[in-house]
C-alpha cells in the first residue's frame, strides 16, 4: 500500500473523500486515510450513470474484507461517468486512491458548494 | 473512539504493535485484528504458515475422582471416548437445547480434563460448570490466567512448529506435551481454519519468546479479522453468530458432536430436535454468491432465513457465508436471494467446508 498523501490540487470532505474540479465536473474518490482505515477494498458498488448524488449523502458502497463502507458525496450532480476498472481491480483504490483508484464523474449541479470543501492543509489538520 | 482502559491484554500485546498490528477491541480483549491485511495473512495461512494469538480464548480444568461422569453430564459429545491424550469437540447445552458455547476439551490425565472456552462466554461457561458440579466429587478450576494460547496454522505449520519445538508433535485431535525454554507447552492438534495444524498452550510469561521462534522460523502473524474468514471458508462455527442460547445443535449442524444416550443436560431437547426438526424450523447452511456482492451477518434472506456469519472469500474471490433457512430450502444447490442492505443478491446453498484443501 502506498504512503500516506494528500495532493494539494483536491478539495476534501470531512468523511474522507476527495474531489477534483475540472469547470462543471468532477472526479470523486476516497482519501489515503479512508482507504487504510478500510483495509483491502474487494468490491465496489458504483451508482449507475444518469443517477443523481447528493452532497453529503452516500452515493456508493466499497467493501473491504471485513468491512462494508458508505462513500460520500462531496458534491451534489449527475453521475456522467464510472470508474469501469474498478469492477475487476477495487484493489486500486488502496494502491492508488487519487489516480487509479478514482469512483465516478460528477456534472455538478452546484460549482458554488466547492466553495465548502477543505483545502489540503485543513484537511490534513482534522485528521489529528 | 471508545475507552480502551478496561480491556484485558494479551502477554503479546507488544509484539502486536511491534509486527505492526492494527488493534481493536475484541469480547474485552485488546486483540489486533489484522498485520499486512486480512486478504494477504489468509493467503498466507492457505499457502504457508501463520501464527495466532488467542490467549483471549479461556481454559477451565476440571479434575478430581468422578471428572469423566460430571463433563459426561454436562458436554454433548461421549466423554468416554475422550482417551488420555484425545482432544474432543462438543457443546454445552441448557436443559432446552440452547448452545451455551462450543469447545475443546482435552484429557491431560486420567481424572484431568482441560475445557477451552470461547473469550465472550468463559464467565458463564465456568458458573455452568460450577453449577452441575456440585452433584459430583469433581473440582473445576478457572485456568484463565495460567495460559496463554498461540495457533499455528498452515500447509507448513506441523514443520515449522515441530522445528521450533525440537519435538514431535501429536495427530490431529490428539494433544502431546512438551518443554520450550524450561516452560511446559501443551500442544494439541487443533485449530479453526479448515488447515492443518497445532494450538499451543503456555505459560503466559513464556509467550513472548515463542511467538518471536515462530516468527523467525517463518510462520506469519495473522490477525482476527483472517481468523475469521478462514473459519468461514471451513464452515466451522462462530459463538455469538452461527450459535446461541436461542439456537439448538441439530439446526446448526453439529448433531455429530451429540450423543443424546449419555443424557446429557439438554439432550431430551436435543433428541426432539433430532427426531423432529428443530423447534425453529429452521437449518444452518453454507451458501456462496452466485454474482457480486458481499454478505454479511444479519442480512435476511427473501422468503425466510438470516445470514449469520457473511465475508468475502479470498481464496474462493466470491461473497460466502452460513445462514439458518428453512429445512425445506436448505439442499445442496437451492438458490437463495440474500438482502445486503436493500440490494438482492442470488447465492445458493453449497457444499460444506465452502473451501476445500488441496489434498
Not at chain 1, 104 to 127: G, M
Amino acid at each position: 500500500m502506498a504512503d500516506a498523501s494528500y495532493p494539494e490540487d483536491l478539495k476534501y470532505h470531512p468523511e474522507h473523500d476527495w474531489a477534483r474540479i475540472d469547470g462543471d465536473v468532477a472526479t470523486f474518490g476516497i482519501t489515503w486515510f479512508a482507504q487504510d482505515a478500510l483495509g483491502e477494498v474487494v468490491f465496489f458498488d458504483a451508482p449507475d450513470v444518469g443517477s443523481t448524488v447528493t452532497k453529503d449523502e452516500s452515493y456508493a458502497e466499497v467493501e473491504s474484507v471485513k468491512a462494508v463502507s458508505d462513500v460520500i458525496a462531496p458534491l451534489s450532480g449527475e453521475v456522467v461517468e464510472v470508474n469501469p476498472a474498478l469492477e475487476d481491480s477495487p484493489e486500486s483504490i488502496n494502491e492508488s486512491s487519487y489516480e487509479d483508484g478514482w469512483m465516478i464523474k460528477v456534472r455538478l449541479s452546484d460549482p458554488s458548494q466547492v466553495d465548502a470543501l477543505l483545502d489540503q492543509a485543513a484537511y490534513v489538520a482534522s485528521l489529528d | 473512539m471508545s475507552s480502551t482502559t478496561d480491556l484485558r491484554r494479551t502477554p503479546l500485546y507488544e509484539r502486536h504493535l511491534a509486527a505492526g498490528a492494527r488493534v481493536v477491541p475484541f469480547a474485552g480483549w485488546e486483540m489486533p485484528v489484522q498485520y499486512a491485511g486480512v486478504k494477504e495473512e489468509h493467503l498466507a495461512v492457505r499457502s504457508g504458515c501463520g501464527v495466532f494469538d488467542v490467549s483471549h480464548m479461556g481454559e477451565i480444568r476440571t479434575h478430581g475422582p468422578q471428572a469423566a461422569e460430571f463433563l459426561q453430564r454436562i458436554l454433548s459429545n461421549d466423554v468416554d471416548r475422550l482417551v488420555v491424550g484425545g482432544a474432543q469437540y462438543s457443546v454445552l447445552c441448557l436443559e432446552d437445547g440452547g448452545v451455551i458455547d462450543d469447545l475443546f476439551t482435552y484429557r491431560l490425565a486420567d481424572d484431568v480434563y482441560l475445557t477451552v472456552t470461547n473469550a465472550s462466554n468463559h464467565v458463564k461457561d465456568l458458573a455452568w460448570f460450577g453449577r452441575w458440579a456440585q452433584d459430583y466429587d469433581v473440582t473445576v478450576e478457572d485456568a484463565f490466567d495460567e495460559f496463554a494460547m498461540l495457533a499455528v496454522q498452515g500447509p507448513d505449520a506441523r514443520r515449522i512448529a515441530s522445528q521450533v519445538l525440537g519435538h514431535e508433535l501429536p495427530l490431529r485431535f490428539q494433544t502431546g506435551g512438551a518443554i520450550w525454554n524450561d516452560a511446559d507447552v501443551l500442544v494439541a492438534g487443533t485449530g479453526y481454519t479448515g488447515e492443518d495444524g497445532v494450538e499451543l498452550l503456555v505459560p503466559p510469561a513464556a509467550a513472548p519468546a515463542l511467538w518471536d521462534a515462530l516468527l523467525e522460523a517463518g510462520a506469519v502473524p495473522i490477525g482476527l479479522g483472517a481468523r475469521d474468514t478462514l473459519r468461514m471458508e471451513a464452515c466451522f462455527h462462530l459463538y455469538g453468530n452461527d450459535l446461541s442460547e436461542d439456537r439448538d445443535p441439530i439446526g446448526a449442524g453439529l448433531g455429530w458432536a451429540c450423543k443424546e444416550s449419555t443424557g446429557f443436560v439438554g439432550s431430551e431437547a436435543v433428541a426432539k430436535a433430532r427426531k423432529d426438526g428443530s423447534p425453529h424450523g429452521e437449518k444452518l447452511v453454507p451458501f456462496r454468491f452466485t454474482d457480486k456482492g458481499i454478505p454479511r451477518g444479519g442480512n435476511t434472506v427473501v422468503d425466510g432465513g438470516t445470514v449469520t456469519s457473511g465475508t468475502f472469500s479470498p481464496s474462493l474471490g466470491v461473497g460466502i457465508g452460513m445462514a439458518y433457512v428453512p429445512v425445506e430450502r436448505s439442499d445442496l444447490g437451492t438458490p437463495l436471494q440474500i438482502d445486503v442492505r436493500g440490494r438482492v443478491r442470488p447465492a445458493e446453498v453449497a457444499t460444506k467446508p465452502l473451501y476445500q484443501r488441496p489434498s
